[in-house]
Protein backbone atom coordinates (compact mmCIF):
# COMPACT_ATOMS: atom_id res chain seq x y z
CA UNK A 1 0.00 0.00 0.00
CA UNK A 2 2.62 3.08 0.94
CA UNK A 3 4.50 1.79 -2.57
CA UNK A 4 1.35 2.44 -3.97
CA UNK A 5 0.22 5.83 -2.37
CA UNK A 6 4.18 6.83 -3.08
CA UNK A 7 3.44 5.96 -6.85
CA UNK A 8 0.66 8.62 -7.00
CA UNK A 9 2.50 10.93 -5.57
CA UNK A 10 5.08 11.17 -7.74
CA UNK A 11 2.38 10.41 -11.00
CA UNK A 12 0.67 13.37 -10.25
CA UNK A 13 3.55 16.25 -9.46
CA UNK A 14 5.01 14.46 -12.98
CA UNK A 15 1.73 14.38 -14.99
CA UNK A 16 1.22 18.15 -13.91
CA UNK A 17 4.68 18.61 -15.16
CA UNK A 18 4.23 16.99 -18.16
CA UNK A 19 1.28 18.38 -19.09
CA UNK A 20 2.42 21.77 -18.76
CA UNK A 21 5.76 21.18 -20.72
CA UNK A 22 4.22 19.32 -23.60
CA UNK A 23 1.25 21.70 -23.84
CA UNK A 24 3.13 24.72 -23.44
CA UNK A 25 4.35 24.92 -27.08
CA UNK A 26 0.50 25.03 -28.10
CA UNK A 27 -0.49 27.41 -26.34
CA UNK A 28 -3.35 29.62 -27.52
CA UNK A 29 -3.80 28.24 -30.79
CA UNK A 30 -6.77 27.09 -32.20
CA UNK A 31 -7.65 23.84 -33.34
CA UNK A 32 -8.63 22.08 -35.94
CA UNK A 33 -7.98 18.26 -37.39
CA UNK A 34 -4.71 19.66 -39.23
CA UNK A 35 -3.58 20.50 -35.41
CA UNK A 36 -4.85 17.10 -34.20
CA UNK A 37 -2.74 15.02 -36.93
CA UNK A 38 0.84 17.57 -35.91
CA UNK A 39 0.06 16.84 -31.90
CA UNK A 40 0.22 13.17 -32.58
CA UNK A 41 3.08 13.46 -34.80
CA UNK A 42 4.75 15.40 -32.23
CA UNK A 43 3.69 12.76 -29.40
CA UNK A 44 5.09 10.09 -31.35
CA UNK A 45 8.31 11.70 -32.22
CA UNK A 46 8.85 12.15 -28.50
CA UNK A 47 7.98 8.55 -27.60
CA UNK A 48 10.75 7.23 -29.85
CA UNK A 49 13.56 6.16 -27.63
CA UNK A 50 16.31 8.01 -30.38
CA UNK A 51 14.87 11.23 -30.07
CA UNK A 52 17.28 13.44 -28.48
CA UNK A 53 15.22 16.67 -29.15
CA UNK A 54 15.52 19.59 -26.56
CA UNK A 55 13.65 19.27 -23.14
CA UNK A 56 10.35 21.44 -22.95
CA UNK A 57 10.70 23.84 -21.01
CA UNK A 58 7.80 24.26 -18.03
CA UNK A 59 6.14 27.53 -17.30
CA UNK A 60 4.40 29.10 -14.68
CA UNK A 61 2.21 26.40 -13.59
CA UNK A 62 4.53 24.23 -12.38
CA UNK A 63 7.22 27.17 -10.58
CA UNK A 64 4.10 27.94 -8.91
CA UNK A 65 3.38 23.89 -7.86
CA UNK A 66 7.01 23.49 -6.72
CA UNK A 67 6.56 26.41 -4.59
CA UNK A 68 3.03 24.62 -3.07
CA UNK A 69 5.17 21.61 -2.36
CA UNK A 70 8.25 22.99 -0.78
CA UNK A 71 5.38 25.18 1.36
CA UNK A 72 4.47 21.70 2.57
CA UNK A 73 7.62 19.80 3.34
CA UNK A 74 9.44 22.99 5.04
CA UNK A 75 7.24 24.13 7.42
CA UNK A 76 5.39 21.59 10.51
CA UNK A 77 2.37 23.46 10.50
CA UNK A 78 1.45 24.91 7.07
CA UNK A 79 2.26 28.70 6.75
CA UNK A 80 0.45 30.46 4.27
CA UNK A 81 2.83 33.68 5.04
CA UNK A 82 6.12 31.56 4.08
CA UNK A 83 4.26 30.20 0.74
CA UNK A 84 3.16 34.04 -0.48
CA UNK A 85 6.93 34.27 -0.05
CA UNK A 86 7.75 31.19 -2.17
CA UNK A 87 5.67 32.03 -4.89
CA UNK A 88 6.97 35.57 -5.12
CA UNK A 89 11.03 34.50 -4.57
CA UNK A 90 10.29 31.96 -7.30
CA UNK A 91 8.70 34.92 -9.31
CA UNK A 92 11.57 37.51 -8.93
CA UNK A 93 14.40 34.67 -9.94
CA UNK A 94 12.47 33.77 -13.43
CA UNK A 95 10.07 36.25 -13.96
CA UNK A 96 10.06 34.99 -17.72
CA UNK A 97 8.38 31.61 -16.81
CA UNK A 98 4.18 32.50 -18.57
CA UNK A 99 2.60 34.01 -15.85
CA UNK A 100 -0.60 35.44 -16.08
CA UNK A 101 -0.54 39.37 -17.29
CA UNK A 102 -1.98 40.99 -14.20
CA UNK A 103 -0.69 38.33 -10.92
CA UNK A 104 2.76 39.87 -11.48
CA UNK A 105 0.93 43.00 -9.62
CA UNK A 106 -0.30 41.13 -6.59
CA UNK A 107 3.79 39.64 -6.40
CA UNK A 108 4.84 43.24 -6.55
CA UNK A 109 2.33 44.32 -3.52
CA UNK A 110 3.12 40.98 -1.20
CA UNK A 111 6.66 41.98 -1.86
CA UNK A 112 6.49 45.36 -0.78
CA UNK A 113 4.13 45.27 1.88
CA UNK A 114 6.32 43.08 3.75
CA UNK A 115 4.15 40.56 3.91
CA UNK A 116 1.66 42.14 6.17
CA UNK A 117 -1.82 40.99 4.98
CA UNK A 118 -1.18 38.12 2.25
CA UNK A 119 -4.57 37.99 1.20
CA UNK A 120 -5.27 41.54 0.80
CA UNK A 121 -2.97 42.23 -2.95
CA UNK A 122 -5.66 39.41 -4.51
CA UNK A 123 -8.33 41.33 -3.33
CA UNK A 124 -7.41 44.41 -4.77
CA UNK A 125 -7.16 42.73 -8.64
CA UNK A 126 -9.61 43.82 -11.26
CA UNK A 127 -11.12 46.31 -9.06
CA UNK A 128 -11.64 44.45 -5.77
CA UNK A 129 -13.30 42.02 -7.85
CA UNK A 130 -10.31 39.18 -7.95
CA UNK A 131 -8.73 37.50 -10.82
CA UNK A 132 -10.77 34.38 -11.62
CA UNK A 133 -7.73 32.82 -13.42
CA UNK A 134 -6.87 29.34 -13.53
CA UNK A 135 -3.82 30.12 -11.75
CA UNK A 136 -4.94 28.62 -8.25
CA UNK A 137 -6.08 25.10 -10.48
CA UNK A 138 -3.11 24.64 -11.93
CA UNK A 139 -0.95 24.56 -8.76
CA UNK A 140 -2.78 22.88 -6.45
CA UNK A 141 -1.93 18.61 -6.74
CA UNK A 142 0.33 19.20 -3.87
CA UNK A 143 -2.60 19.70 -1.45
CA UNK A 144 -4.88 17.45 -2.93
CA UNK A 145 -1.93 14.44 -2.68
CA UNK A 146 -1.01 15.61 1.29
CA UNK A 147 -4.31 16.32 2.50
CA UNK A 148 -5.66 12.87 0.66
CA UNK A 149 -7.54 11.85 3.88
CA UNK A 150 -8.09 14.82 5.37
CA UNK A 151 -11.36 16.29 3.29
CA UNK A 152 -12.13 19.01 5.51
CA UNK A 153 -8.38 20.57 5.49
CA UNK A 154 -7.42 19.82 1.91
CA UNK A 155 -10.31 22.37 0.90
CA UNK A 156 -9.47 24.66 3.35
CA UNK A 157 -6.14 24.68 2.63
CA UNK A 158 -6.67 24.66 -1.21
CA UNK A 159 -9.09 27.96 -0.27
CA UNK A 160 -6.79 29.95 1.67
CA UNK A 161 -3.40 29.23 -0.95
CA UNK A 162 -5.53 30.19 -3.66
CA UNK A 163 -6.52 33.45 -1.97
CA UNK A 164 -3.13 34.37 -2.11
CA UNK A 165 -3.51 35.13 -5.47
CA UNK A 166 -7.02 34.85 -6.56
CA UNK A 167 -9.77 36.63 -4.64
CA UNK A 168 -12.44 35.93 -6.76
CA UNK A 169 -14.90 33.14 -6.24
CA UNK A 170 -14.85 31.34 -9.40
CA UNK A 171 -11.16 31.15 -9.13
CA UNK A 172 -10.60 29.75 -6.08
CA UNK A 173 -14.26 27.45 -6.47
CA UNK A 174 -12.07 26.11 -9.50
CA UNK A 175 -8.98 25.37 -7.40
CA UNK A 176 -11.02 23.26 -5.01
CA UNK A 177 -13.12 21.68 -7.66
CA UNK A 178 -9.64 20.60 -9.12
CA UNK A 179 -8.43 20.00 -5.92
CA UNK A 180 -11.25 16.96 -5.55
CA UNK A 181 -11.05 15.36 -8.65
CA UNK A 182 -7.37 15.16 -7.97
CA UNK A 183 -7.76 13.35 -4.14
CA UNK A 184 -10.69 11.34 -5.74
CA UNK A 185 -8.68 9.88 -8.23
CA UNK A 186 -5.75 9.28 -5.82
CA UNK A 187 -8.21 7.21 -3.80
CA UNK A 188 -9.38 4.79 -6.58
CA UNK A 189 -7.86 1.41 -7.56
CA UNK A 190 -5.25 1.90 -10.33
CA UNK A 191 -5.87 -1.35 -11.98
CA UNK A 192 -9.83 -0.28 -12.42
CA UNK A 193 -11.27 1.98 -15.09
CA UNK A 194 -13.17 5.06 -13.66
CA UNK A 195 -16.32 5.11 -13.57
CA UNK A 196 -17.26 8.17 -15.07
CA UNK A 197 -20.63 9.03 -13.44
CA UNK A 198 -19.90 8.02 -9.92
CA UNK A 199 -16.96 10.43 -10.23
CA UNK A 200 -19.24 13.50 -11.70
CA UNK A 201 -21.55 12.64 -8.87
CA UNK A 202 -19.12 12.26 -6.15
CA UNK A 203 -17.98 15.77 -7.24
CA UNK A 204 -20.89 17.02 -7.67
CA UNK A 205 -22.08 16.32 -4.37
CA UNK A 206 -18.58 17.86 -3.21
CA UNK A 207 -18.38 21.10 -4.81
CA UNK A 208 -22.70 21.66 -3.82
CA UNK A 209 -21.04 22.15 -0.78
CA UNK A 210 -18.73 24.69 -1.23
CA UNK A 211 -20.37 26.17 -3.82
CA UNK A 212 -23.84 26.35 -1.42
CA UNK A 213 -21.94 28.66 1.05
CA UNK A 214 -21.68 31.61 -1.60
CA UNK A 215 -25.27 31.52 -2.42
CA UNK A 216 -27.06 31.39 0.99
CA UNK A 217 -30.01 33.18 -0.24
CA UNK A 218 -30.56 30.80 -3.13
CA UNK A 219 -33.14 27.81 -3.00
CA UNK A 220 -31.01 24.75 -3.11
CA UNK A 221 -30.81 24.38 -6.48
CA UNK A 222 -27.57 23.06 -7.45
CA UNK A 223 -28.47 23.50 -11.33
CA UNK A 224 -27.96 27.37 -10.30
CA UNK A 225 -24.53 26.84 -8.81
CA UNK A 226 -21.75 27.61 -11.82
CA UNK A 227 -19.69 24.24 -11.24
CA UNK A 228 -22.33 21.63 -10.34
CA UNK A 229 -23.50 23.05 -14.29
CA UNK A 230 -20.70 22.37 -15.33
CA UNK A 231 -20.18 19.23 -14.05
CA UNK A 232 -24.10 18.53 -15.13
CA UNK A 233 -22.52 19.14 -18.81
CA UNK A 234 -19.61 16.88 -18.50
CA UNK A 235 -21.59 14.10 -17.70
CA UNK A 236 -23.83 14.84 -20.42
CA UNK A 237 -20.44 15.30 -23.17
CA UNK A 238 -19.21 12.03 -21.90
CA UNK A 239 -22.02 10.11 -22.92
CA UNK A 240 -22.12 11.41 -26.81
CA UNK A 241 -20.61 9.70 -29.55
CA UNK A 242 -17.35 11.88 -29.68
CA UNK A 243 -16.83 13.80 -33.17
CA UNK A 244 -15.24 16.95 -34.49
CA UNK A 245 -18.92 19.02 -34.33
CA UNK A 246 -19.24 17.36 -30.66
CA UNK A 247 -15.27 18.57 -29.81
CA UNK A 248 -16.49 22.08 -30.95
CA UNK A 249 -19.47 22.12 -28.77
CA UNK A 250 -17.36 21.07 -25.92
CA UNK A 251 -14.95 23.73 -26.37
CA UNK A 252 -18.06 26.28 -26.57
CA UNK A 253 -19.60 25.19 -23.57
CA UNK A 254 -17.17 23.72 -21.16
CA UNK A 255 -14.22 26.36 -22.28
CA UNK A 256 -10.62 26.48 -22.87
CA UNK A 257 -9.62 29.55 -21.57
CA UNK A 258 -7.59 30.92 -18.74
CA UNK A 259 -9.92 31.27 -16.62
CA UNK A 260 -10.62 28.80 -13.76
CA UNK A 261 -14.54 28.26 -15.28
CA UNK A 262 -13.65 27.78 -18.80
CA UNK A 263 -10.35 25.06 -18.27
CA UNK A 264 -11.06 23.09 -14.66
CA UNK A 265 -14.29 21.25 -16.08
CA UNK A 266 -12.90 20.60 -19.54
CA UNK A 267 -9.59 19.04 -17.56
CA UNK A 268 -11.72 16.99 -15.77
CA UNK A 269 -13.88 15.71 -18.83
CA UNK A 270 -10.51 14.71 -20.79
CA UNK A 271 -9.34 12.72 -17.85
CA UNK A 272 -12.44 11.07 -18.19
CA UNK A 273 -12.98 10.37 -21.32
CA UNK A 274 -9.52 9.41 -21.96
CA UNK A 275 -10.06 6.26 -19.98
CA UNK A 276 -11.31 4.44 -23.32
CA UNK A 277 -9.45 4.73 -26.77
CA UNK A 278 -11.13 8.39 -28.99
CA UNK A 279 -10.99 8.37 -32.34
CA UNK A 280 -7.90 10.11 -33.53
CA UNK A 281 -5.78 9.69 -30.34
CA UNK A 282 -3.44 6.84 -31.24
CA UNK A 283 -1.68 5.40 -28.45
CA UNK A 284 -2.87 2.52 -25.99
CA UNK A 285 -1.53 4.87 -22.58
CA UNK A 286 -3.77 6.35 -20.26
CA UNK A 287 -1.59 8.59 -19.46
CA UNK A 288 -0.50 9.91 -22.69
CA UNK A 289 -4.20 9.86 -24.30
CA UNK A 290 -5.48 11.91 -21.71
CA UNK A 291 -2.33 14.89 -22.01
CA UNK A 292 -2.69 14.67 -25.89
CA UNK A 293 -6.39 14.36 -25.63
CA UNK A 294 -6.49 18.02 -22.85
CA UNK A 295 -3.80 19.86 -25.69
CA UNK A 296 -6.12 19.11 -28.65
CA UNK A 297 -8.40 20.59 -27.06
CA UNK A 298 -6.75 24.04 -27.71
CA UNK A 299 -6.58 27.28 -25.90
CA UNK A 300 -4.72 27.61 -22.51
CA UNK A 301 -3.53 23.73 -23.41
CA UNK A 302 0.12 24.10 -20.74
CA UNK A 303 -2.63 24.78 -17.81
CA UNK A 304 -5.24 22.37 -19.08
CA UNK A 305 -2.77 19.40 -19.84
CA UNK A 306 -0.87 20.19 -16.01
CA UNK A 307 -4.56 19.73 -14.62
CA UNK A 308 -6.01 17.00 -16.57
CA UNK A 309 -2.13 15.16 -16.02
CA UNK A 310 -2.38 15.93 -12.52
CA UNK A 311 -5.75 13.69 -12.21
CA UNK A 312 -4.50 10.70 -14.27
CA UNK A 313 -0.87 10.69 -12.52
CA UNK A 314 -3.06 10.48 -9.14
CA UNK A 315 -5.18 7.55 -10.48
CA UNK A 316 -2.44 5.43 -12.18
CA UNK A 317 0.69 6.35 -10.25
CA UNK A 318 4.31 6.63 -11.52
CA UNK A 319 4.57 3.24 -13.61
CA UNK A 320 2.20 4.25 -15.59
CA UNK A 321 4.01 7.18 -17.22
CA UNK A 322 5.88 6.81 -20.67
CA UNK A 323 9.83 7.12 -19.65
CA UNK A 324 10.48 8.07 -22.97
CA UNK A 325 7.62 11.31 -22.90
CA UNK A 326 9.07 12.32 -19.28
CA UNK A 327 12.72 12.60 -20.17
CA UNK A 328 11.74 15.34 -22.11
CA UNK A 329 10.10 18.05 -19.67
CA UNK A 330 12.43 19.73 -17.93
CA UNK A 331 13.89 18.93 -14.44
CA UNK A 332 11.53 15.83 -14.23
CA UNK A 333 14.07 14.42 -11.75
CA UNK A 334 13.68 17.77 -9.30
CA UNK A 335 9.97 16.75 -9.06
CA UNK A 336 10.60 13.22 -8.56
CA UNK A 337 12.81 14.06 -5.23
CA UNK A 338 10.26 16.64 -4.73
CA UNK A 339 7.07 14.11 -4.60
CA UNK A 340 9.38 11.86 -2.85
CA UNK A 341 10.08 14.61 0.18
CA UNK A 342 6.42 15.39 0.32
CA UNK A 343 5.43 11.30 0.86
CA UNK A 344 8.21 11.24 3.41
CA UNK A 345 6.71 14.27 4.98
CA UNK A 346 3.16 13.21 5.29
CA UNK A 347 4.25 9.92 6.99
CA UNK A 348 5.71 11.68 9.87
CA UNK A 349 2.54 13.80 10.13
P1 LIG B 1 -4.03 36.13 -13.65
O1 LIG B 1 -4.55 36.27 -12.26
O2 LIG B 1 -3.18 37.21 -14.20
O3 LIG B 1 -5.27 35.85 -14.61
C1 LIG B 1 -5.08 35.61 -15.95
C2 LIG B 1 -5.92 36.57 -16.81
O4 LIG B 1 -7.31 36.30 -16.64
C3 LIG B 1 -5.81 38.04 -16.46
O5 LIG B 1 -4.64 38.61 -16.97
C4 LIG B 1 -7.09 38.60 -17.10
O6 LIG B 1 -6.92 38.77 -18.47
C5 LIG B 1 -8.07 37.49 -16.84
N1 LIG B 1 -8.89 37.76 -15.62
C6 LIG B 1 -8.78 37.14 -14.41
N2 LIG B 1 -9.69 37.63 -13.54
C7 LIG B 1 -10.38 38.59 -14.18
C8 LIG B 1 -11.45 39.45 -13.79
N3 LIG B 1 -12.00 39.43 -12.55
N4 LIG B 1 -11.93 40.30 -14.73
C9 LIG B 1 -11.41 40.33 -15.97
N5 LIG B 1 -10.40 39.55 -16.39
C10 LIG B 1 -9.88 38.68 -15.51
O7 LIG B 1 -3.11 34.84 -13.72
P2 LIG B 1 -3.35 33.32 -13.43
O8 LIG B 1 -2.23 32.85 -12.58
O9 LIG B 1 -4.72 32.96 -13.02
O10 LIG B 1 -3.16 32.87 -14.91
C11 LIG B 1 -3.04 31.61 -15.22
C12 LIG B 1 -2.91 31.41 -16.71
O11 LIG B 1 -2.05 32.37 -17.28
C13 LIG B 1 -2.29 30.10 -16.95
O12 LIG B 1 -2.89 29.49 -18.03
C14 LIG B 1 -0.86 30.38 -17.26
O13 LIG B 1 -0.26 29.39 -17.99
C15 LIG B 1 -0.86 31.77 -17.81
N6 LIG B 1 -0.81 32.10 -19.21
C16 LIG B 1 -1.76 31.76 -20.14
C17 LIG B 1 -1.64 32.17 -21.46
C18 LIG B 1 -2.65 31.79 -22.53
O14 LIG B 1 -2.66 32.40 -23.58
N7 LIG B 1 -3.48 30.84 -22.38
C19 LIG B 1 -0.57 32.93 -21.82
C20 LIG B 1 0.36 33.29 -20.86
C21 LIG B 1 0.20 32.89 -19.57
MG1 LIG C 1 1.65 28.25 -17.88
MG1 LIG D 1 1.35 30.13 -19.89
MG1 LIG E 1 -1.59 28.27 -19.16
Known amino acids: VSNQIQSKFRGSLLGSLMGDCLGAPFEGELVSSGDKI?????????????????????????????????????????????????????????????YGQSVAT????????????????????????????NGGA?????????????????????????????????????????????????LLDPTETVKADEFCNTLLKQIHEVEKSYFEDLEDNSEDLPYCAKIKQIKYFLNQEFTDDLQEEIIENLGHGISAYDSVPIAIFCFLKAQNPIPRIETNNVFRRTIQFAITMG???????????????AHLGEEAINKTLLKHCEKYDDIIALAHKLYENRQLQ
Not at 110 to 129: C, M, N, V
Open 299 to 313: GDTDTIACMAGAIVG
Open 138 to 186: MRIAPISLYFHNDLENMIKLARDSTRITHGHMLGINGAILQALAIRQAF
Open 106 to 133: VFEKLKHSKYTDIFRPASEQFDGRGSYG
Open 38 to 98: IIQRYFDKMEKPEYEGPFKKYTDDTAMMKSVAKFLVTTPEPDLNYLAKLFVNEYYNEPKRG
